[in-house]
C-alpha cells in the first residue's frame, strides 16, 4: 500500500503541476468522448465502443431488455468474435472464448463485474465455476484486441465486464416476474433513490427451474439461485472543493443446481436427448458467493480523476457428482464408458440402473473446494488539450492481488439397484484432494492516448509479477498438521500494445492494432507461460440508414496452453500442459439496418453478427487430456465452430415491442486428432430462433412472452464433461414488468 501511496504522490504532483499551467479556458471545449475514465466501467455507452481504437461492444439495458435472457450464452452470441458452447441449457457455467481463445470454463478470458476480477480465483484456479447472473446486469462491456491493454491478466482474446445496477438518480423501483416451461420462475426486484449525498439501490433476484432432462425417479433436474446485492453511496457537497464519493457493494449469491458432468452415449442421445442416467440422481452442486466492494472516486480537477477499488471475494461450492464407476474390480471414468459403450456394457448398465451392482460401484466424488480473491487497485487519468487542439489522455493502473484456490475433496460409494442408489461407504475427507493453490500478483499499466484532427494513436504496456504456488497435504493428513509439499513458480512479463483509428469523416473510419497476448501459467515449476502476437485491422462504416463494422484479425500463439479440468474431460488437477504454435485468423461482421423512417410510427430494425474463425494447430503432439488426444498439424483447435451467424430483426411501436432471433452455430469438432480426417466426434451445426414480444399497458405495467426455441431443434451442444449433453428445448415463458420511476 505505501508503494501505491508512493506512486500516486508523485503522479499527482508532476500531473497538477502540468495542469495549472495549461489551464486554458479548456472547460469550454470539453467533449464527452474525451473523459475516459468511468468508475468501474470500461466503456460506459456505446459511443464510447465505436470510437475505442480497437473492437470493442458495449450491451446496453435496451439490448439486454430486447429479449431479457437468463442466459449468459444466448446473451452473447450477437456479439461477432465471441465463441462459447452452452454445457446444461441456462447458462449457470458458460464456456466462452474470445477471438478463438480456450473456451472451457471462460478461463482464458479476463472476466469482471463493476471493474473488478470476478472469476472464483483469476490467477490460481480461473475456471468460471460461478459466474455472475445476467439479470441483474445493467450493462455487458466486451474488448477485444489491443483495446484491452489495460485489463488482464488474460490479454490474448479479451476482456468481459459486466456491469451491476447503479444506484438511479431519481427514485426508481421495478418488479419483474416470470413463469414458464419446466416450471421455471423468475422475480427480480429493486429499488433505489440518490439525494443530494446519498444514493442506495437494493436488488432481489430468484431464478428457479425444475429443469428440462428427466430423471428414472423423476426428481428434480433444476436449479433454484438466489441473489442479493446492495449499494451505498455517499458524496461530497457539489460545492466542496474536492468532488468525490465512496461506493460500498455488498453482494450474495446462493445456488443449488441438480447438475450432472454425466451425459449421454450417441445412441441413447439419439434415442432421447433429454433423459439423464439413474446414477446421475444424486449430482448437485451447492454454492455460495459473497462480495464486499469498496470504490472511491475524486476529482481533483475536470482533468485529473482517481478511481480506487477494494475488494473482497469468497465464492464455496461442493458439486458432488459421480466420477468412476467400477464392475468387478475394474474402475472406468465416465467419459471412457461414453466414449465406447460396447466395450464397457455392464459399467454402462450400471450407470443407466438396468442392472444391481454391488456396493462402492458407483463413486461420487465430493468436488469440495473454497476460493478466496481480494485486493485493491487504482487507476488515475489526466487529460488536457493542446495549443494545437490535439487532445491527450494519460491512463496509469495498477493493483495489488492475492486469490487462493483451497481443495478439500473426498469420494462416496454407492451401490444401485432398480435404478435406486443407496449410500455404502463414505469416504475419508481430504482424500481426493487436500491442498492450497494461491497467487500473489502485482499488476501495472500506462495507457496513452493522442488525437490530432481525424488521427487517434493508443500506445500502452502493461506489467504483471505473479508468483503462482501450491501446498499439498497428501491423501491422509486430514487436519493438515503436516508440512506439506510446496512448490512455486513465478513470472515477470511486459505486455506491449499499441492502437490507432483514423476517421475518414464521421460515416467512416479505419481502426487497428497489435499487442502482445499473455495467458499466466501453472504453479509448476519452470512452466512456461502462454504467449501470442495479436493483430486486428478493421473499419466502421455507415451509410443512410446502414452502420456497421468489419475486422480481420490474426492471434498467433507460440505455445497455446491447456488445461486439465474435469469440465473438458481431464482429471480436474487443473495442471497445465503445453499444445504448442496455433495461428487463429478470422473475420467479424456486424451490420444494422432499419427499414423505416426514423420518425415512423413502426420502426423496423434488423442486425447482422458474424464471425469466422479458423484455430489451427503449427504442430503435431500427443496429449491424454480428453479434448486434445493426439494432435495432427492442420487440426482444428477442439469446440470452436469456424462459421456463426447472428440475425435479429423486430417490429418497435410505442406500445409493443416484437423481436426474433436467428442463430446458427457451425459444426465443430470436440478433439483434435489425424489431420481432421476423423469426424466421428464432430458436432453438427444447427439453427435455433426465439421471440420476444412486449407490451406495455401504460408506463408503469408491460406484459411479456418469451420463446426459446422456436421449431425445437433438437441439437448437442457438447462431449464434455462426460457424454453428449443437448441444448434448451422449446420453452414457452410469460411475465410482468413494473416500473415505478
Not at 65 to 89: H, K, M, S, W
Not at 311 to 322: G, H
Amino acid at each position: 500500500m505505501r508503494y501505491l501511496t508512493l506512486i500516486s504522490s508523485i503522479i499527482l504532483t508532476t500531473l497538477h503541476a502540468q495542469n495549472q499551467s495549461t489551464q486554458v479556458v479548456l472547460d469550454s471545449v470539453q467533449k464527452l468522448d474525451e473523459v475516459i475514465i468511468r468508475a468501474n466501467t470500461i466503456l460506459g455507452s456505446e459511443y464510447a465502443a465505436q470510437n475505442r481504437t480497437g473492437a470493442s461492444y458495449f450491451l446496453s439495458a435496451a439490448d439486454l431488455e430486447q429479449f431479457g435472457y437468463a442466459d449468459i450464452n444466448r446473451t452473447l452470441r450477437a456479439v461477432p468474435g465471441v465463441n462459447l458452447y452452452e454445457e446444461d441449457g441456462y447458462g449457470l457455467r458458460p464456456n466462452i472464448s474470445l477471438r478463438g481463445t480456450s473456451p472451457q470454463r471462460s478461463s482464458k478470458i479476463t472476466l469482471m463485474e463493476d471493474g473488478v476480477l470476478i472469476a472464483p480465483a483469476p490467477y490460481s484456479a480461473p475456471a468460471a465455476y460461478y459466474f455472475p447472473s445476467v439479470l441483474r446486469m445493467q450493462a455487458i462491456e466486451i474488448l477485444k484486441g489491443s483495446s484491452q491493454i489495460q485489463y488482464g491478466p488474460f490479454t490474448t482474446g479479451g476482456a468481459i465486464n459486466l456491469v451491476s445496477t447503479a444506484i438511479p438518480e431519481d427514485f426508481s423501483a421495478k418488479i419483474r416476474s416470470s413463469y414458464g416451461s419446466f416450471n421455471t420462475m423468475q422475480l427480480h426486484t429493486s429499488v433505489g433513490q440518490s439525494y443530494e449525498r446519498l444514493g442506495y439501490v437494493l436488488e432481489y433476484l430468484n431464478f428457479n427451474s425444475n429443469g428440462f432432462k428427466n430423471l428414472n425417479n423423476k426428481d428434480n433436474t433444476g436449479f433454484d439461485i438466489y441473489d442479493i446485492m446492495g449499494k451505498l453511496k455517499f458524496s461530497s457537497a457539489k460545492d466542496a472543493k474536492l468532488i468525490q464519493s465512496l461506493e460500498v457493494k455488498y453482494h450474495f449469491y446462493d445456488e443449488k443446481s441438480n447438475e450432472t458432468y454425466l451425459g449421454l452415449s450417441q445412441a441413447d442421445f439419439n434415442q432421447n436427448p433429454y433423459d439423464r442416467y439413474a446414477a446421475s440422481q444424486f449430482d448437485q452442486m451447492n454454492a455460495e458467493q459473497r462480495q464486499v466492494m469498496l470504490t472511491h472516486v475524486i476529482d481533483f480537477s475536470k482533468q485529473l480523476r482517481i478511481v480506487t477499488n477494494a475488494y473482497d471475494n469468497k465464492f464455496a461450492r461442493n458439486w458432488y457428482k459421480l466420477d468412476d464407476v467400477i464392475f468387478e474390480n475394474d474402475k472406468k471414468q465416465l467419459s471412457t464408458i461414453l466414449d465406447d459403450p460396447f466395450s464397457f456394457p455392464n459399467h454402462m448398465n450400471t450407470i443407466n440402473g438396468s442392472i444391481s451392482s454391488s456396493d462402492d460401484a458407483l463413486l461420487l466424488k465430493a468436488n469440495n473446494r473454497v476460493y478466496y480473491s481480494k485486493g485493491v487497485q487504482t487507476k488515475i487519468d489526466y487529460h488536457w488539450y493542446g495549443s494545437n487542439g490535439s487532445f491527450h489522455d494519460i491512463e496509469i493502473g495498477a493493483r495489488l492481488h492475492y486469490d487462493e484456490e483451497d481443495r478439500f475433496q473426498w469420494e462416496d460409494g454407492y451401490r444401485i439397484s432398480g435404478g435406486i442408489m443407496a449410500l455404502t461407504s463414505m469416504g475419508s475427507r481430504g482424500e481426493q484432494g487436500n491442498r492450497i493453490s494461491s497467487a500473489n500478483a502485482f499488476a501495472s499499466y500506462l495507457l496513452y492516448k493522442y488525437k490530432f484532427n481525424k488521427f487517434t494513436i493508443t500506445p500502452g504496456i502493461r506489467y504483471e509479477s505473479i508468483a503462482l504456488s501450491r501446498a499439498d497435504w497428501g491423501k491422509s493428513d486430514e487436519y493438515r498438521g503436516s508440512a506439506p509439499d510446496s512448490r512455486e513458480n513465478k513470472i515477470d512479463v511486459l505486455i506491449p500494445g499499441i492502437g490507432f483509428n483514423y476517421s475518414f469523416s464521421n460515416s467512416l473510419s479505419i481502426f487497428g492494432g497489435v499487442h502482445k497476448g499473455f495467458s499466466p501459467p501453472g504453479n509448476a515449476p519452470g512452466e512456461k507461460a502462454e504467449f501470442s502476437i495479436n493483430y486486428e485491422l478493421g473499419s466502421r462504416f455507415g451509410k443512410e440508414k446502414l452502420r456497421g463494422e468489419m475486422i480481420g484479425f490474426l492471434n498467433d500463439y507460440s505455445n497455446l496452453l491447456g488445461s486439465d479440468l474435469a469440465a473438458s474431460g481431464g482429471t480436474g488437477s487443473l495442471d497445465q500442459f503445453n499444445a504448442g504454435a496455433v495461428k487463429v485468423s478470422g473475420l467479424e461482421l456486424q451490420l444494422n439496418y432499419n427499414f423505416s423512417d426514423p420518425n415512423a410510427k413502426i420502426q423496423t430494425p434488423i442486425a447482422l453478427a458474424y464471425t469466422l474463425t479458423n484455430a489451427i494447430f503449427q504442430n503435431s503432439f500427443g496429449s491424454t487430456q480428453g479434448i486434445w488426444g493426439t494432435v495432427s498439424e492442420g487440426d482444428r483447435v477442439p469446440y470452436i465452430p469456424q462459421q456463426q451467424l447472428s440475425i435479429t430483426g423486430g417490429l418497435e411501436h410505442q406500445r409493443y415491442a416484437l423481436n426474433m432471433n436467428a442463430r446458427y452455430n457451425g459444426a465443430f469438432d470436440t478433439q483434435a486428432a489425424n489431420g481432421g480426417i476423423d469426424d466421428t466426434l464432430m458436432l453438427d451445426d444447427n439453427i435455433v430462433i426465439d421471440l420476444s414480444l412486449r407490451y406495455h399497458l401504460n408506463s408503469t405495467i408491460s406484459l411479456t412472452a418469451n420463446v426459446i426455441n422456436l421449431f425445437d431443434e433438437v441439437y448437442a451442444t457438447a462431449r464434455v464433461p462426460s457424454g453428449l449433453r443437448p441444448g434448451h428445448p422449446f420453452g414457452i415463458y410469460t411475465g410482468v414488468i413494473v416500473n415505478f420511476d
